[in-house]
């Protein structure tokens, strides 16, 4: 226990102080990395804020979003907003194109526990429904739609969504609507969510949703392990995203891939693409490191996953999907994955259930092809892995190179679980079920990660300035 404990503030450590893009005080200026570096400051006092963690702060934001508009089309490059130190009570707004938010590192964003401050959207249409009851959802607390060239960023700054509330109207049944994300944007371009702490989120942390070109880097998110559906971040029908650099303590799924539920996905079409992980530490004792699924209607391809740490989690990676489901999961390479006491190493189940309502058609059926593992080292494990596909629905490519898993003192007597599957292994230990049968190395090239890179990789952050900070 003692040794888990230096390895979780080990990759803290790690994150905090060597994560890309970190900022440094330089005589009186803080430097930062960002996708776009702004022409006009302003700090979020001048639109009346107080950061007493008691005065409401969201017309202030309001204010701010409205009077820094008119810089988005300027040549000088849009605006940032600076919060600085101390508590800003706030409940939900909306960002604006062409803009930095920037958190000082001792300023927390609380989110407010006044139901009036979070209005309610409705259901997004490739889920037709909310998660938690079928009306609508209530906005984040963050929020954005439609916008082009957005940061969000700071010196690890906070931001609170002071979740337990919701967590216990949740779990009453008291809620009407879906509870909010701390971060959602949707249908947009060119994003960075980077360096800041999210904690105790009353839902999702982090949910881009139908946007692309999207950078996710340096973060640490903290929800209670036992907190109800506090995913870490969910890319959700979204191409050409990284994520890199994160540690994530969650009640559910650290990172979350999704496409749309059932029916409603399978009409909207919109798939989630050119997905990176990598640098990646989890704890989540009920859940996965990575999920792909169950919301997968849309289609999951081309997902890169590198250098991942999960202790004391669930699962590793766990592919969730059902017949209704229809989609796709095809093209998924990890390599370099380490685990530390595990329930699962691998989990893939074509029996996940939890359909959106009694009209998805039992007949669409997902594709789960090319799921690819190589270089993966788990210890302290009950069960190998659960591979259980879908009868007539087989999940076919599954290709395994060099993988050591030792097993716990209480591990199950039968470390694999097959069913409905075909694959192939090499260098595996525990020896694989037969539906993997073993094979010479030299013909498990297709267990290779590939080797040319995605757009998102090519993106260089620029040296930014926030002359607000002083030393």
């Not at 001792?106 to 938690?132: C, F, H, I, N, T």
């Not at 105790?200 to 973060?219: K, M, T």
């Not at 919301?295 to 059902?322: F, H, L, N, P, W």
């Not at 010479?440 to 090239?445: D, F, G, V």
Request: charged fraction near 20%; charge should be positive; hydrophobic fraction near 40%.
């Amino acid at each position: 226990m003692a040794q888990a404990v230096k390895v979780i503030f080990s990759a803290m450590i790690l994150v905090a102080f060597l994560s890309p893009g970190r900022a440094e005080s330089r005589r009186g200026w803080l430097e930062y990395s960002a996708i776009s570096c702004r022409g006009h400051s302003a700090s979020l006092v001048d639109f009346g804020a107080v950061g007493d963690g008691k005065t409401m702060n969201t017309k202030a934001f309001e204010r701010a979003m409205s009077e820094l508009r008119q810089y988005a089309s300027e040549g000088g490059g849009g605006a940032q907003l600076y919060v600085p130190a101390g508590k800003w009570l706030t409940g939900s707004f909306s960002l604006i194109s062409h803009f930095t938010l920037f958190l000082h590192k001792d300023a927390v964003l609380l989110a407010s526990q006044d139901m009036k401050e979070w209005p309610v959207m409705e259901a997004l249409p490739s889920y037709g429904r909310g998660r938690d009851a079928a009306a609508g959802r209530y906005r984040s607390l963050i929020f954005g739609a439609n916008l082009t060239d957005v940061v969000i960023t700071g010196d690890n700054g906070t931001i609170d969504g002071q979740g337990a509330d919701w967590w216990a109207r949740f779990r009453g049944k008291k809620l009407k609507y879906t509870r909010p994300h701390l971060i959602e944007i949707m249908y947009s371009h060119h994003l960075q969510i980077s360096n800041l702490t999210l904690l105790h989120s009353p839902f999702w942390n982090l949910h881009p949703v139908y946007s692309s070109n999207i950078i996710i880097q340096g973060l640490t998110i903290i929800a209670p392990v036992n907190s109800p559906n506090t995913d870490g971040i969910d890319p959700d029908s979204c191409t050409n995203t990284r994520i890199e650099d994160c540690y994530i303590i969650s009640g559910d799924d650290c990172v979350a891939v999704k496409s749309g539920w059932d029916e409603y996905g399978i009409k909207f079409g919109w798939p989630t693409k050119q997905l990176i992980i990598r640098r990646l530490t989890c704890i989540s004792p009920y859940s996965a490191a990575i999920a792909l699924g169950s919301e997968m209607s849309g289609g999951i391809q081309d997902v890169r996953v590198e250098d991942v740490t999960a202790i004391k989690t669930e699962s590793g990676i766990k592919i969730k999907t059902a017949r209704g489901r229809g989609g796709y999961v095809k093209d998924v390479y990890v390599k370099r994955m380490t685990m530390h006491t595990m329930k699962w190493a691998f989990f893939m189940t074509g029996d996940y259930g939890s359909n959106a309502d009694n009209n998805f058609d039992p007949k669409a059926l997902p594709l789960i092809k090319g799921i690819h593992y190589r270089d993966i080292v788990a210890e302290d494990v009950t069960t190998a892995a659960l591979l259980r596909g879908i009868s007539g629905d087989p999940f076919t490519g599954i290709c395994m190179a060099n993988v050591t898993i030792r097993m716990s003192a209480g591990a199950k007597k039968h470390s694999w679980s097959c069913k409905n599957v075909e694959g192939m292994t090499s260098g595996v230990t525990p020896l694989p079920c037969h539906l993997l049968p073993h094979q010479q190395p030299e013909k498990l090239s297709a267990c290779n990660f590939p080797e040319k890179s995605l757009p998102i990789d090519n993106l260089e952050l620029k040296k930014c300035f926030n002359g607000m900070i002083h030393a």
